[in-house]
């Protein structure tokens, strides 16, 4: 997959669309820290990693350990939709071959989901 979505230029630019809705999105933008350039590279090292290509993510920050990683934020059916919300919408800007987009989607879907660890608050 790596390299046909065209290695290290694609991966890059879909992080940096990402990160940008993240600076002004209401629901996100709180959870992460003021600078953002950290969080942009290690999601983009780790996506690269995943896909299929160099495994620098791993020599500079271990084994990934998504849930774990995820803990110390709240992260509820709100936070989850926001991330793909944007994670989508920068995806589909790409302009991937079909089959490619939806192979990456679902891979967003399912971890995003994967990575709730608050339920909502209960209702009255
Ligand atoms: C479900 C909604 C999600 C929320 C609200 C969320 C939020 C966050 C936050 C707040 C950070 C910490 C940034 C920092 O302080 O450096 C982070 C880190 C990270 N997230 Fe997510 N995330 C979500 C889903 C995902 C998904 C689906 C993936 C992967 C496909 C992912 C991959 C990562 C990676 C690789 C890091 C950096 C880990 C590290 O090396 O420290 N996240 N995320």
């Not at 780790?46 to 495994?55: A, D, E, T, W």
Request: negative net charge.
């Amino acid at each position: 997959m790596y390299d046909r979505v065209g290695g290290e230029p694609f991966f890059k630019s879909l992080v940096d669309r990402f990160y940008a809705g993240v600076a002004s999105d209401p629901v996100l933008r709180p959870l992460y820290p003021e600078e953002l350039d950290a969080p942009n590279e290690h999601l983009r090292l780790f996506l690269i990693q995943y896909f299929g290509g160099p495994r620098t993510y791993d020599e500079r920050r271990g084994h990934p350990r998504l849930r774990m990683r995820h803990a110390p934020f709240a992260i509820g059916l709100a936070e989850r939709d926001a991330w793909l919300r944007l994670m989508l919408s920068s995806l589909a800007e790409a302009g991937l071959d079909a089959q490619d987009e939806a192979e990456i989607a679902e891979y967003f879907r399912d971890t995003a989901t994967q990575l709730i660890n608050q339920m909502g608050r209960p209702s009255r």
